[in-house]
C-alpha cells in the first residue's frame, strides 16, 4: 500500500461560506504550510493565490480533486491569530472567511487571472533577473497594462504567477490601481561619476573648472559627500542634497553631466519617513491628565477594555502619547485608530513629532504598494512600524507584538464597514484583536456611544474622564439662532442669521478664522420646477439627484449618475427650474459674494478624493491661508486649529429630524464635536447653531453640555422600544430588479422568520432609499434579547437562509446580512 497524498484546505477570494480542498502533489509536500499562499485552477480556466488553511490527508469524495500548481511564499503570509481574527469576524459578522481575506490583504498578494499589472518606471535592479523574469517584465514594459491570462498566453507555456510574484517583489511591477489618482513611485534622484572617469581624470578636471566656480563647488562637495576613491564604501549623493550643499543651480550640474563627468539616475524610494527624525520630549502632563493616566495603567493591570470620556481640548491625546510611549520602551506595536482619513494629516504630525520614524499610516487612500510595504514592516516587527495610524483597516495587519489599541473618537459611525462583507465595526472587532494579542484597549471620545457609556456603567468597561480643557480655557459660548423667526422678521442674508453674520464679521476684523458646518454636499439638493413641481430623479436610484455647480450636472450620491442640467422642464415645458436647499457648495458659493475679499476653501467628497487633498486642505487652514472652511461632518472630527474663534453650524434641523432610533444620538454628538472646534488654545470661542426648533431637546443637551441627560432619556426610550443596548441587531437585506417579485419573496422570508422569532422580527419593509443601482431593496430587522443567545440567533437564521437562497427561485436574489448595523 502506497504513501497517503497530503491535502490542503484553501481560502478562496469568494462570498462563499466552505474552504476549497486541493491535493497536494510530491514536489510541493515540504514547502506547503498554512498561512502560505498557493496557485490553484478554480473552474475551467480562472487561476487564483489562495491561503493554505489546513493541511491533512483525508481525501474529499464525490468529485475530482485538482492539484496545487505552485507556492508562492517561503514563510506563511497569515499567522494562526490571524486566521483566528478572521474566524471571528466571519463568524460574529455572518460573511465567508473569503470575503474577510479580501478584505484583509492588499491587492498586490491576492494574485489572480484578471489581476492587472503596470510597469514601475522606477524599477533598478542590481541583480540579473531571470530570462523568464526578464520575458515577462519585457511583455508588461510593452503594454500599458496587462492581466495574468494575457501574459500567460503571450509567453508560451510560463505559468506567470510565481514570476510576476517576484517582480511584484522586486519593485519592477505594480498593480494597476482602480483609484482616481494611479499610483506613481515616489523617486529621488541621485548622482554618481561617469563611467569613464578615473581619479587621475578627476583630479585634471578640477584644474580646468577654476573658471565656473560653481562647476567646480559641486564637483567639490560630491567628492566629500561620496567618499568615491576613499577607503571607506561609496556613499549615494542625492542631487536635491548635493545642489543644496554646493550653493548652486541645476544648470550647473546638468552642464557637468552633458560633460561626462558625472551621471545622473534615478532611484524608488520609501514612502515611510526616514529614521534621522529628531524627536522631541514626550510634555509633562498636568494635574487632571496624570490622574487620568494613572487610572488607565491601574485599569491595564486588570486587563479592563477603558473608556475615556474627556470634553474637546481635554488634552486626551497627549495622554495618548504618554501611554504609547510605554509601550515603545517595552518594544510592542501601537494601534491607533481613527475614525476619518483627514484626521490622519494632523494626528501624524503630533505623533511624529515625538516618535519621529516609527509611525506609519494606513488606509485606503493610500497605494497597493504603500499598504504593501506597511504590511512587510508590520509583519517583520520593525522600527519604522512600531505606530500603526490608521483608518478601519488598519485592524487587519499582521500585528506580532501588539501592546496597545486606542480607538479615538470611539463613537463614530465610520468605524462600520459598510459594502462589501465583512461589514464589520472595528472598534468592535479591535476589543477582540486584542484579547487574542493580549494587549490593552483604550477607547477616546468626548461624546461615548451609548452602548460604550452603558459598558462602563455596568462595569464590562472602566471610565476614566477629563472634564475640563487644557489650561482651564472655557468651553465656547453656543448661541441659537432661531432661522423660523429670523425667516418671518425677514433678516435672513441668504442661509445665514444675523448672529452668524456678526460674528464672523467679527472674526475677520481680528484676523481669526471661521469653520462652517452644513451636513449636505453639492451646491443645492434637488433642482424643482416652480410651474409643475416636477424635480429631476436618478433613473437607477429612488432619489433626487442633486445639482454641483462646479461640475455644471446633476449628480446622483448613491450610484454615480450624473447628467447635464436641463435648460427647461421636461414635464411642462417652462424654464422655470430653480435649486432648493443648499449645501456646502453654495455656501462657498454665496460667502464669496457677501466677502469677496476673505479666503474660502471648502472641505467634502468632492474635494477630497486625491490622496493628499486632506492634508492640503488642513495644512492650508492651519498656516492661516484660508480664513473660512466650509465643510461636511468631516469638520467636525477632532481637528485642532488654534486661531478658530467661530464655528457656525448652518442647519441643525436634517440632523435630528432623521428617522433613526440613533438621530438623537447622533446629532448630540456631532454637535458637540463641531462645537469643540472653537476655542481651542488662547480664549473662548463662539458657536452659532441654526435651527427652526430652537427649544429641541438635542439642541437644550447641546447647550447645557448635558451629556448625562441626552444618555439618560436615550436608554429610558430605548428601554421602552427594545433597541441597543437592549438586544442585539441583525438587519437583512433583499435586493431584486423586479419590485413584485421582490415584495413576495420578502413576505415570503419575513413570514418563514416569524414562524422561528416570533415577534422579534420587524418588516419587511422599503429602505428610506428603495431603490439603489436599478435593484429594489426591502430590510427585515431582527431583535435579539441580551439575555438569549446570539450564536444560537445566528445559526437559526444562516439555516432559514441556506434554505431560501438555495430554491431556484431566488437565486435572483441578493441576500445582505449586517449585524450590529449603525
Known sequence: MGEKSWYADVILPFPIKSLFTYKIPGKLTGKTQ?????????????????????????????????????????EPLISEKQFSFWEWIAKYYMCSLGEVMRAAIPSGLKLESETRFIYDPGFFSPEKLSDHEELILQLVKAKKSITIRELEKSSGEIKAIPIINSLFNKKAIQVEEALTETYKPRKEKYVKLGSKITEMELNNTLSKLIKAPKQLK??????????????????????????????AGAQSLNNLVNKGILQTYEKTISRLPSPDFVAEEIKILNDDQQKVLKKIRDSFLKNKVTLLNGVTGSGKTEVYIHLIGQQLKKGKQVLYLLPEIALTAQIINRLRKVFGHKVAVYHSRYGDAERLEIWQNVSANSEKCKI????????????????????????????????????????????????????NVLLGTATPSVESFNNAETGKYVLTELPKRHMEIELPEIIIADTKEAYRKKKMRSHFTPQLIDAIEKALDANEQIILFQNRRGFSPYLECMSCSWIPRCPNCAVSLTYHKGINKLVCHYCGYSQPIPSKCPSCGNATLSTRGFGTEKIEDELAILYPETRVARMDMDTTRRKKSFET?????????????????????????????VVGVLNADNLFNFPDFRAFERSFQLLSQVSGRAGRRNKQGKVIIQTSEPNHPVIKDVLNYNFIHMYNSQMEERKTFNYPPFCRLIKITLKHKNRDELNRQAKHLGDKLRETFGARVLGPEFPL?????????????????????????????TEILDKFSGKDTYRAFQVIIDVDPV
Open 34 to 74: 498554512p498561512g502560505k499562499r498557493v496557485i490553484v485552477q478554480f473552474g475551467k480556466k480562472k487561476i487564483y493565490s489562495a491561503l493554505i488553511r489546513e493541511i491533512h490527508q483525508n481525501p474529499p469524495a464525490g468529485y475530482s480533486i485538482k492539484e496545487i500548481e505552485d507556492v508562492l511564499d517561503p
Open 218 to 247: 559641486i564637483i567639490e562637495e560630491y567628492i566629500l559627500k561620496s567618499g568615491v576613491f576613499g577607503d571607506n564604501e561609496e556613499k549615494e549623493v542625492p542631487w536635491k542634497q548635493l545642489l543644496q550643499q554646493a550653493d
Open 388 to 439: 500603526i495610524l490608521g483608518a478601519r483597516s488598519a485592524i487587519f495587519l499582521p500585528y506580532k507584538n501588539l501592546g496597545l489599541v486606542i480607538i479615538d473618537e470611539e463613537h463614530e459611525n465610520s468605524y462600520k464597514q459598510f459594502d462589501p462583507a465583512p461589514r464589520y465595526h472595528a472598534r468592535d472587532a479591535v476589543i477582540m484583536l486584542a484579547s487574542l494579542h493580549h494587549s
Open 617 to 645: 486642505i488642513i495644512n492650508r487652514f492651519e498656516n492661516r491661508e484660508v480664513d473660512i472652511l466650509v465643510g461636511t461632518q468631516m469638520v467636525s472630527k477632532g481637528l485642532d486649529f488654534s486661531n478658530v474663534s
Open 769 to 797: 432609499v428603495g431603490k439603489i443601482q436599478k435593484c429594489y431593496l426591502k430590510t427585515i430587522i431582527l431583535k435579539i434579547e441580551k439575555d438569549r443567545s446570539i450564536v444560537r440567533a445566528k445559526q437559526l437564521l
